[in-house]
């Protein structure tokens, strides 16, 4: 009786888990497209063919969508920098931080979308995400970097706010994602590999900021 009552328990909770999921796919999705304004709770139970109050089962409201949907998209942009925490020297922490900046976002356009391309709300309840701890929050591990390059004289002198250098190398690196999710697919353009243009990119950065034999 006990492993029947189990087992429906363990049904049960992946029931609800690939609900959410679906939930969540349908919402991001929508909210790319049709804009987060734009969307309703209803347009989303629409897509996915459940009740709105089915819906409401899981989410308050839209806004706990968004904010369920950036947490998630959030800490794995953070986790994905985490193996990189080990390289000792700042400046190619710097640059391995670009490139998996860069492969994230070509690998989960979708999440990119929302989290940097599309108008929302700013989202207050970042459900455990700690603003200013490099393990958790993306941006906080990017500026430790340029803090300790600085510190370190790697970068030119003029170069003495880590906020601003900060700012510099991911708005480089949001305009390469963007640009090749928003028009990969316009052949007005001769597209270069994603990914060796990226590492181009890399070095054109860091070599106009750093002092030379620095690089």
Known sequence: MA???TASLERR???RSDTRRKILDAAREMFVRKGYEATTMRAIADRIGYTPTAIYHHFRNKDALLTELTTQDFRALAQAFQQIGAVEDPVERLRRTGQ????????HPMQYRLM?????????DTKGIKQGDPSQ?????LTQACVQAIAAGYFRPEL????????ILWSACHGFVSLRIAKEHDDWVEWRDVRATATRLHEVMLN???LKGNQ
Not at 137 to 141: I, L, N, P, R
Not at 160 to 167: G, H, L
Request: glycine share 8%.
């Open 116 to 124: 940097f391309m599309t108008p929302h709300p700013g989202v207050k």
């Open 160 to 167: 003495k706010d880590p906020q601003e250098v900060a700012q």
């Open 208 to 210: 106009g900021l750093t």
């Open 137 to 141: 929050d993306a941006y906080a591990f």
């Open 13 to 15: 909770q992946r029931e």
């Open 100 to 107: 998996s900046y860069i492969e994230f976002g070509l690998t």
């Open 3 to 5: 492993t029947r009552s």
